[in-house]
């Protein structure tokens, strides 16, 4: 493809592959800046359905604009190249981290859904249904923020379908019943693919798993979400009863709108809501292998699409299927048998993993046949850097009975240092912290002995501790502060030796200073006499803070 795109876009290099178009990491020449540009693939741009899409997805973006869904600059055709121009977000997919860190923990995972949420309500907003909700769509950026990604088949509220009826969009993993039943998508089918990825977030894998799409289908339909509580007991039971909402298999038991579910996560945390009653699960317990099950029209079974209940695109899918995993089955075993090599052992040796990056290693294990114990365990390390395995369990070069699994630990990044900051001065630490997550608080104490502002001892985090930089930590400073007093309120009018020695014996510095008796009104110059003081700066009853440089000043006059 070209190089420069619309004589603007600086094409670097290719960042994806999807079916109808690729995405490239490009350079905005205007504004200097790297964006994402997604060009509709050559064979594509013929092709109408593909082309309204494309042109879909483009016009649904621009319209909306929120700091959890990926930005859109531009969109345009070059030379036949239809583009979409969008904000190029560093980082990696949802659905990257979940396969590298396994469960989330519940707090984390509650604030990742409330982010993915508002952009959804955004697009409802808008009258646009997303349609393809899924951790694999959800990007996120170095600072942690999440972007929902590729509107590719959103669609807006009342706007033409550009598929038969009958014809299902979006991954089957996250796909609600309804649409697996070949009904229309909705903001409510939305809302159940969420709470999919909230169930993923929370157990570190989607719910249902099976052999072939249509099995995944039906699941979704027929079989309850399992319960997370067993996964993790620590779960509430307030966010059991938000994931159990959002993924009701009836649209009626489901949340009506998203920001009832937004309104709902935002107090399932709160400890009072933690024991809950559990929300009232309806199975569908009818028979999923009846036509009727399905809501498929009269025209639709009189033109014989369906094959006892089950769409014949979808039928001649799992003979297809079928037919190639059993094969695929076979030969695995024969594999693992040793059929072919002539190898009868029934163990088999962990590779040697320990400092490979974390997808590096699951290649290797994955040729191995051996699987990972999930959730894999993540440290802070002294040396080693981010992602890579620093343990295996078994250790690498054990034997393994078939089916048993390895425990890694991958290393989460280094620790940082804590400096000792002790001598140093207040306002220049506080400025180190300003862009980190450590809050700084201070402790004033009287120290007439050392500059005000400087760091006497330091707690919280001490010199040379480890700590993790992505956490918020609290470090502790006792500052130096000089004594402070009251300017005395007796001075004026009294005779000037005995108000300096009175300042002198409290700790004042004290100095005199001789003015002419015409800078003086005629009402000082009755109520004060020659050698007395006349005026005092700073004034009586002031603040005065001990220090070098602070002075209290008498004034006087002569005759």
Partial sequence: MSKLIANRYEVIKTIGHGGMADVYLALDTILNREVAIK???A???????????????????????????????DVGEDDNQHYIVMEYVKGFTLKQLIQRRGAIPP????????????????????????????????????????????????MLNNSMQLTSKDSVLGSVHYLAP????????????????????????????????????????????????????????????????????????ETKDR?????????????????????????EQKVNTKKVNKTSDYNISADAKKDGKFINGVHKGFSTLLIVSISLISVIAIVIMLLLSGAFSGNNSKNIKVPEI????????????????IEVDYPVEHVLTDDILEGIVVEVVPNPGSDLAKGTKVKLTVSDGLYSIMPDYVGKNIEDVQAIFAATNITVKINAIEDDNKQSGTIVSQSGILAGDKYDPSLTNKIVFKVSYPSTMNI?????????????ELLEDQGFNVESKLIDKDELSDSDLNRYKAGTVCKVEPEEGSLYVKSDDSVVTLYYYDD
């Fill in 107 to 154: 707090r984390e995972a509650v604030w990742m859904t409330k982010q993915l949420a508002g952009a959804l309500m955004e697009a409802h907003k808008n009258g646009l249904i997303h349609r393809d909700i899924k951790s694999q769509n959800v990007l996120i950026k170095d600072d942690g923020t999440i972007k929902l990604a590729d509107f590719g088949i959103a």
């Fill in 255 to 279: 949340y009506e709108n998203i920001a009832l579910m937004i309104k709902d996560l935002n107090i399932c945390l709160d400890e009072i809501k933690g024991n809950v009653k559990p929300l």
């Fill in 488 to 500: 005395p309120a007796e001075l004026l009018g009294s005779k000037l030796d005995s108000a300096i």
């Fill in 43 to 73: 064979d594509m741009s013929s092709d109408p359905i593909s082309l309204e899409r494309f042109n879909r997805e483009a016009n649904a973006s621009t319209k909306i604009s929120h700091p959890n869904i990926v930005d859109i600059y």
């Fill in 39 to 41: 060009v509709l693939k």
């Fill in 354 to 369: 320990e400092g490979l990056r974390f997808a590096s290693a699951l290649d290797a294990l994955d040729a191995a046949g």
């Fill in 178 to 249: 309804e649409l697996a039943k070949g009904g229309a998508a909705s903001m409510q089918s939305d809302i159940y693919s969420l709470g999919i990825v909230f169930y993923e977030l929370l157990t570190g894998d989607v719910p249902f798993k099976a052999d072939t799409p249509v099995q995944i289908a039906l699941m979704h339909i027929k079989n309850q979400i399992p319960d997370v509580r067993k996964f993790n007991p620590q779960i509430s039971q307030s966010i059991v009863n938000v994931l159990a909402k959002a993924t009701a298999k």
